[in-house]
Structures are given as structure tokens and as C-alpha cells.
């Protein structure tokens, strides 16, 4: 994966030969992982254009070697398969490719990503070793999931790319006269998913030099602009033929950046950069360390796009519930009465509002369950009440929450009593569903689901192992072992604090003699 100062310097001449300009003020500078980019000695302002680079210089299926035999799909697995045989064609030209320049800075051998840990890809033993370690330690975290979500065709993504370069590429490349491998294609493949970018609806999902250079933080210093809505049959920003075969054409009032934009990319600075630094392009301002990992083959030391995920059923699998399609129904229901409270909750410690559109069961880096994982443990806790009773004692459920959050929170004694009283003067009757009980259920549903978590976390026979130890005992080599504690040390992590918060709340209920009623 190292890049040696040689490679950097046939990168930068090919630049120069395809007037692809980089500001002086930045400098690319070989490491053991592959190129950094650097500021100089000057500061460098926000919305300054540091990289210019042509679109005709950028790689896609729409003009390399094989364009024209390649599928276009404009997203998706279809986009990276595409791209990643495009790509491929140009690695096996070798120094013919017009890329050569570029093509020869890019890591080798393939990108070391999850989905390709658990098979004999021509490495050593140790690193096969390492992958299955790896492996075990991952087989119950967010990473597991990602490995293994399926297709449309029922398939595992490393299973697709290997049927693609089975049915397609390999077929179409040996009656190019090519003499591809499989272990070629899946580093094409490994390169695909940690470099691309989509650039617009012509290029689509493309090989990008030099935008590819600038590594990943959340805190970023630059972002690549481009205009997506081009021609999609030539790339034209501007008016066109194929804009009159539509019976339109894009109108523009900026003629100059309409221009210079129907010819170049750019990396353009959003914040200040101070002199001396790394400069920082980010992959996805929401990515996970799980999706970094499986998509990039890194993580960040904090993320705070972390977050723990259920699915309906793996909760169902802890609490009774009746018709599960009647469940969620009603939890779509209490999710949109929470958002209408957001302002309410927004003071808890426990509970955060997830924006996302779709359910979401999760608890994030911060240890706080999303508004969808609570309205559905609410949903459970109240499977008997009429509808009219909801939305009261949803409201009243979310006020003790709150009072009760402030009690362990507050030590002084006064406030401390002035919090009792105002509990004692709830309407605490004895249905089983009075809110108090709720809360209490909620609550303990918490607990039970991240001590379980935690609990089928566990690799066989680790249930005692010090993970900060481990890490640190772990041999140098063992970088994918030490990758995948280092996740399961952040995922158990957050669960210890939801855990811990949950508890605390059942403890100050608990303190001021409140205990759920029998049946509650």
C-alpha cells in the first residue's frame, strides 16, 4: 500500500501533460497508506479552487479503452461493477493506458476491505489468519450486517462482483485479447469502492485523479464541485443538440462559470486550512465507522456518526407483542407524535430525535435511543390502550422521563424534593398502563436490549477479555484484528453508556419508592 516519492512525481507529470492544475499552496506527499495532501507554509482561505481538474481526464465507462462495451448505470453495485471492469481495462493496458501516470499511484495490491478477509486472495498466512480473527471478532457488530446484506439475486456483494467478472468481464476481456484474473478484478473492484466519485449524469460513478488524493475526516477542509445536471448523452453544461431533441435546453445566467464548469472538476476549500496541516476531503459527512470500514478499509478513532441498529424482529425477539404489521403501524403513529414533541425530548439525556425518514431502531454514538427505537418499546409497553389514551399518555410518559432525568442530574436536596413532590401529584392510578409503569417498561426493555447486545457480542470464549488490553498486545501485523476490537470497543461501548443512563433513571424511580404495579 506504500507509495514511494517516484510515484508521486510520474503522478504529478502526468498532470502537467493533461492540465490538471493543483495550487501551489498544496503539496502531495507519499506515505505507508498511499498519498496525502498537505498544505504549504500559507494559510489557505475558505472558497479558494485548489484543484482544477478537466473532465476528459477523469476515468468512467463513458471513455476508456472498452467504452461502448461496458453497461452505464448511473448508481449503485451496477455503477461500481462498470466502473471497476473500465478501470480494470486500463490497469491491464498498463503503460499504453493513457492513465498510466495515475493508474500507477493508486495502491496495489487491492484495497483491503472486509469482504474479501475471509478468502485466500495470493497473501501470506498470516493475513488469512488475521482475516478470520478479524472476522470472529466482527460476527455480531454493525460491520456483520453490512457483510452481509443481499442483493436482489439473494447474493452476498463479494458474490456479485465474482459472478460479474465470471458472466461479463472475463468473457468480454479474452475476446478483447486480455489475460484477466480474478484477483485483478477485485482489486479494480476494492479501488472502485474507496476511490470513486459520482460526477455527474454523463461520467457518472468515475475515477477521479487527484480528488482521490485528499483523505477523510468528518471535519473536512475541501469538497469536490461538480454540475450533475449535464447532457446525459455528450456532458454538456451548456446548450446542446440533444437539449432540442427534448424539446429544451438548460438555461444559464452565469455564461463565464457555465463555461469553465463544462470543462473541469474542482476541489474547492470550505473552511480555512492552516499552513503546515493535512488537508481533508470527506467520503460522506453521515458515514459510520461500520460503513467506512467495509466501504473504505479504515476507521476514525471517534465518529460521531456511530450508531447501533435493530430490526423489528431482533427486538420482538425479547418482548411479547401480538400482530407485528399492526405494531408497526401503531409506532409509525407515536414516531409522528414525538416529532411533533421534539421540542419536549429534545432536553433528555436519553433519547435524541432521528431525522431520518424511514424507521430507524437505533441507539447513537452518544448512547441516546432514536425517537423510533422509543415509540416502539412505548408501542410495547401499552399493546392494551384504546387509542384515545395515547397521545395523554404520551405526553405524561415523556414528562416523568424528564423530571426524572432532572432528579438524578440534580443533587442539591430541595430541588431534589421539589421534583418527589411534583411526581407524587401525577395521576398515578392503578392501571396498569399509567404512565409512570410505562416509563419503567421502556426503561428495563433498554437494559434487556443492550445487555443482550453486549451479551451475543461476545466472541466464544471472550466474555472476560480486555479489549484495551487486547489491542494493545495485538502484533503489529494484526491490522485487521485490531480494526475490527476497535469496533466492537466503540459499539460496546455506546451500549455501556445507554445502559448506564437507562439504569440510573430505573434508580431514581426506584429511590423515590416508585416500582411498577403488578401486571405494569
Known amino acids: 500500500m506504500a507509495v514511494s516519492p517516484e510515484q508521486v512525481k510520474v503522478l504529478l507529470e502526468w498532470c502537467i501533460t493533461h492540465n490538471v492544475v493543483i495550487d501551489s499552496r498544496l503539496h502531495l506527499r507519499p506515505g505507508p497508506t498511499g498519498i496525502g495532501v498537505h498544505s504549504g507554509r500559507h494559510l489557505i482561505h475558505p472558497h479558494q479552487t485548489l484543484v482544477k481538474i478537466p473532465k476528459d481526464s477523469v476515468l468512467s465507462v463513458r471513455n476508456c479503452s472498452l467504452a461502448g462495451s461496458i453497461p452505464f448505470a448511473p448508481y449503485g453495485l451496477d455503477a461500481q461493477l462498470s466502473l471497476a471492469l473500465a478501470l480494470f481495462v486500463e490497469l491491464l493496458n498498463g503503460r499504453q493506458s493513457r492513465w498510466y501516470g495515475y493508474l500507477q499511484s493508486l495502491p496495489n495490491p487491492l484495497v483491503d476491505l472486509p469482504m474479501f478477509w475471509d478468502r485466500r486472495l495470493g497473501t501470506n498466512d498470516d493475513d488469512c489468519e488475521d482475516g478470520s480473527e478479524a472476522l470472529s471478532w466482527l460476527s455480531k457488530t454493525e460491520v456483520a450486517k453490512i457483510l452481509d446484506e443481499r442483493t436482489e439475486h439473494g447474493s452476498t456483494k463479494l458474490d456479485e462482483v465474482t459472478r460479474f467478472y465470471d458472466q461479463f468481464a472475463e468473457p468480454l476481456l479474452v475476446r478483447s485479447r486480455y489475460s484477466p484474473t480474478l484477483m485483478g478484478f477485485y482489486r479494480a473492484f476494492s479501488l472502485v469502492s474507496s476511490r470513486a466519485f459520482l460526477v455527474d449524469a454523463y461520467h457518472g460513478l468515475s475515477m477521479v485523479p487527484i480528488a482521490d488524493a485528499f483523505n477523510h475526516v468528518i471535519e473536512h477542509h475541501v469538497h469536490l464541485e461538480s454540475d450533475y445536471g449535464v447532457c446525459p448523452e455528450c456532458g454538456s453544461l451548456q446548450e446542446c443538440p440533444h437539449d432540442r431533441e427534448d424539446g429544451g435546453a438548460r438555461e444559464s445566467t452565469d455564461v463565464e462559470h457555465d463555461r469553465d464548469h463544462d470543462l473541469f472538476y474542482e476541489m474547492v476549500s470550505n473552511t ?144 431534589s424534593d421539589g421534583i418527589a413532590n411534583n411526581l407524587d401529584q401525577q395521576d398515578l392510578n392503578d392501571d396498569q398502563h399509567a404512565p409512570l409503569d410505562v416509563l419503567l417498561s421502556v426503561a428495563r426493555s433498554v437494559v434487556v436490549l443492550c445487555t443482550a447486545r453486549k451479551r451475543n457480542s461476545e466472541k466464544q470464549g471472550s466474555a472476560a477479555t480486555d479489549l484495551n488490553a487486547l489491542i494493545e498486545e495485538l502484533p503489529e501485523g494484526r491490522t485487521r484484528t485490531r480494526l475490527a476490537v476497535s469496533i466492537l470497543l466503540s459499539e460496546r461501548s455506546i451500549l455501556d453508556c445507554c445502559e448506564a443512563g437507562w439504569t440510573a433513571l430505573l434508580n431514581s424511580a426506584g429511590r423515590l419508592g416508585y416500582n411498577s404495579r403488578p401486571g405494569g
Open 272 to 415: 480555512a486550512i492552516p499552513p503546515h496541516t493535512e488537508v481533508y476531503n470527506t467520503y460522506g459527512e453521515e458515514l459510520t465507522n461500520a460503513q467506512l470500514l467495509t466501504q473504505y478499509g479504515f476507521i476514525l478513532d471517534v465518529d460521531e456518526n456511530d450508531r447501533l441498529s435493530w430490526s423489528l424482529d431482533a427486538v420482538l425477539q425479547f418482548f411479547p407483542s401480538g400482530d407485528a404489521e399492526h405494531l408497526m403501524e401503531k409506532t409509525r403513529r407515536i414516531s409522528s407524535l414525538l416529532s411533533e414533541e421534539a421540542s419536549t425530548y429534545a432536553q433528555s439525556d436519553l433519547t435524541y430525535h432521528d431525522p431520518t425518514k424511514n424507521i430507524t431502531f437505533c441507539i447513537n454514538d452518544e448512547g441516546k435511543v432514536s425517537h423510533q427505537l422509543w415509540a416502539l418499546l412505548f408501542s410495547l409497553a401499552t399493546q392494551s390502550l384504546c387509542e384515545t389514551q395515547i397521545h395523554e399518555t404520551l405526553r405524561s410518559t415523556l414528562d416523568f422521563q424528564l423530571d426524572l432525568e432532572d432528579l438524578e442530574h440534580d443533587d442539591d436536596e430541595t430541588e
